[in-house]
């Protein structure tokens, strides 16, 4: 199992070498051909191994990307129960075996930063995969042909995994590495800096950490003290830029797609509401938009920015057209653009949600502390700065530059999911929130549409199904585990 994992990996090595993001480094460090796993350094599987953890992340928010109503399916579809299944095959084909191989090289030759790394992005996969399924195989996943039928760990046993991991990856990057193995051109986040890589475990803690406010009455005080260690500015922003050759998979999923008269996503009004002034109207006449929003969007030159309800066949919230779709040349969705996993911006208002909840706050209070506050408008700075607008209306504005007294949770978990748009951690934050509309202003379940999710009317989607092949080879440990979409995983109850 093992050696044909290896060889898939090899052939995806190849492949990558027309279709990734990096032709320079592919071009180095290819093999000739099918290789064993003796044949494979460290630096031969991290780029395909990064590549494929970015790919996974875009296959997961392609469907909850619609479930936190970010987009909507072509005419204003809302998406029902899903598998992910290129999710999973991401993490249990092309990553965790191959991973394992970089790790287990990477103790053989006391090389230190790279099992740090290794670490981070195991830890990067069996999050977005165990805050998927709940449940999922870890301690026995990388173990075929030994054991074909690997068993599930909890999620609670994978949140501790994923901490140790990153503590374990914190405590390597902070010592010196004499091995002689370094990171280069393979790297394609941070090509080799040490200390980006040690700032994202940091941050990556510091979301984990959070995510666990409904299970640990500290999650919010252990969340802040962690991310005064990570990202200190955009040059952290951990993402892998595409280019002309390697084209960007929003762009060819949604711009092309729709140029071509395929199916394609619309923008839902969500987004659209909560950035056109409906949610959050705003004090300056000047200010109609927030700058952000055609960098995602466009109205195709209409006078109103009108986004699609969830499920709502092609309506706007006012029972007229939509008009609201994803813009070509748009951050992302250029041909050139990045996929990003978690930014300098994103700390920020983990920063001012953890500040905000540690001090007392609950969804329907109001009023912070100085450092909620400054890190919220941090945030908001840098994610203009990020997007490349001219914030400085729209931070002035007083419904968003609202002061410490009148700052509320909504006002930063706003920010957040605008800031996190096509980023799966938004259907984090819903869950965690319940997908309450005090908190995440103006927000309302889909419009049913599906006869075929008519069993969960009314219901939110908490989680995705196991994909059909596991249940076929590994059917005992997937029956054990399934539960239907609509339940919560663990940190959810």
């Known amino acids: 199992m093992k050696k044909n994992i290896l060889k898939i990996t090899t052939m995806l090595l190849l492949i990558l070498a027309v279709t990734s993001c990096s032709d320079e480094y592919f071009d180095v460090n290819t093999p000739a051909g099918t290789a064993t796993e003796e044949e494979l350094s460290m630096s031969d599987l991290l780029g395909p191994v990064i590549h494929s953890t970015m790919e996974g992340q875009r296959s997961a928010e392609i469907v909850f990307g619609n479930y936190a109503q970010n987009f909507v399916g072509q005419g204003g579809t809302a998406a029902g129960r899903t598998s992910i299944s290129g999710l999973w095959s991401q993490v249990y084909l092309y990553i965790l075996p191959n991973v394992k191989v970089i790790k287990e090289k990477a103790v053989e030759n006391n090389a230190t930063h790279y099992a740090a790394v290794a670490d981070i992005l195991t830890a990067i996969n069996i999050g977005i995969a165990t805050d998927s399924w709940d449940n999922i195989p870890y301690s026995e996943a990388a173990n075929g042909p030994i054991n074909n039928f690997p068993k599930f760990d909890t999620q609670e046993q994978i949140y501790q995994n994923i901490f140790n991991l990153l503590d374990n990856a914190i405590a ?4 010196p590495d004499n091995s002689g193995f ?13 200390d980006k890589w040690l700032r994202a475990a940091y941050t990556l803690k510091a979301r984990y950490q959070l995510h666990l406010s409904k299970v640990n009455p500290a999650a919010a005080s252990d969340a802040l003290a962690t991310i005064a260690n990570g990202f200190i500015s955009n040059d952290d922003d951990f993402q892998m830029f595409y280019d002309e050759k390697n084209i960007n998979p929003w762009y060819s999923g ?11 996503n619309d923008i839902c009004k969500q987004l659209v509401s909560s950035m056109n002034g409906d949610y959050f109207p705003f004090q300056n006449s000047a200010l109609d938009i927030d700058p952000r ?17 969830s499920g709502g066949a092609g309506k706007a919230p006012d029972g007229t057209d939509a008009n609201t ?3 070509d040349g748009g951050y992302y969705t250029r041909i050139d653009a990045p996929l990003v996993l978690i930014t300098y911006a994103e700390a920020m208002f983990i920063k001012a949600e953890a500040s905000f909840l540690a001090n007392g706050g609950t969804p329907t209070s109001v009023g912070a502390t100085p450092e909620t506050y ?21 931070m002035a504005d007083g419904a968003i530059d609202v002061g410490e007294a009148n700052l509320k949770l909504s006002h930063i978990m706003k920010e957040k999911y605008i800031h996190n748009f096509l980023n799966p951690e938004s259907f984090v934050d819903y869950r965690r929130y319940d997908f309450s509309d005090e908190v995440f202003v103006g927000l309302e379940i889909r419009e049913e549409q599906d006869a075929d999710d008519s069993d969960f009317a009314g219901q939110w989607f908490r989680r995705a199904d196991y994909p059909s092949t596991e249940l076929n080879r590994n059917s005992e440990n997937v029956l054990a585990n399934q539960k239907e979409p609509v339940d919560p995983v663990w940190w959810d109850r």
Do not use: C
């Open 374 to 394: 400054m890190a919220y408008m941090e945030g908001i700075s840098a994610s203009m700065a990020k997007f490349g607008v001219d914030g400085s209306l729209y």
């Open 182 to 194: 370094t990171l280069g051109k393979e790297d394609l986040i941070y090509k080799g800096d040490i």
């Open 172 to 175: 390597a990057l902070q010592s």
């Open 254 to 264: 949604e711009i092309l797609s729709r140029n071509t008269g395929n199916v394609h």
């Open 325 to 327: 779709q994803f813009v």
């Open 293 to 309: 929003l055609p960098v995602f969007a466009t109205n195709n030159g209409a006078s109103e920015w009108k986004g699609f309800v």
